[in-house]
């Protein structure tokens, strides 16, 4: 599945933005998603997963609380909702497709996915 992120851009701390993870002509409805980050000098991380069973979703502490996925309802779509954003949120971030349907134990290893967008930058910045 080729996967396209958008929304990303810059802005001030404090601030929103909402992070676009889209599969043009297939449904983003077999796996989970979940979305990555990458800053300069640093491993890609794991931030939030959605499952495709109920929607449920699962957030790494460093997002949880700030962060909101969601689907839409044609499901060929994945939304990240940023809101208090930080400098430290500053990164490329990926949107994945895992081979399970679950965000269980597994979801933050990188090694389950196998389908990655090609990023969208965020800068978070005043």
């Known amino acids: 599945v080729q996967l396209v992120e958008s929304g990303g851009g810059l802005v001030q701390p404090g601030g929103s933005l909402r992070l676009v993870c889209a599969a043009p002509?297939?449904?983003?409805?077999?796996?989970?998603i979940t979305w990555f980050r990458q800053a300069p000098g640093k491993e890609r991380e794991a931030i939030s997963c959605?499952?495709?069973?109920?929607?449920?979703?699962q957030y790494a502490d460093s997002v949880n609380g700030r962060f909101a996925l969601s689907r839409d309802n044609g499901r060929n779509v994945v939304y990240l909702q940023m809101n208090h954003l930080k400098p430290e949120d500053t990164a490329m971030y990926y949107c994945?497709?895992?081979?399970?349907?679950?965000?269980?134990?597994?979801?933050?290893?990188?090694?389950?996915?196998?389908?990655w967008g090609q990023g969208t930058q965020v800068t978070v910045s005043s």
């Open positions: 959605i499952t495709t069973l109920d929607d449920s979703s």
């Open positions: 002509g297939s449904i983003l409805d077999t796996a989970r």
């Open positions: 994945a497709e895992g081979r399970r349907e679950a965000c269980d134990s597994t979801w933050p290893n990188r090694d389950e996915y196998d389908d």
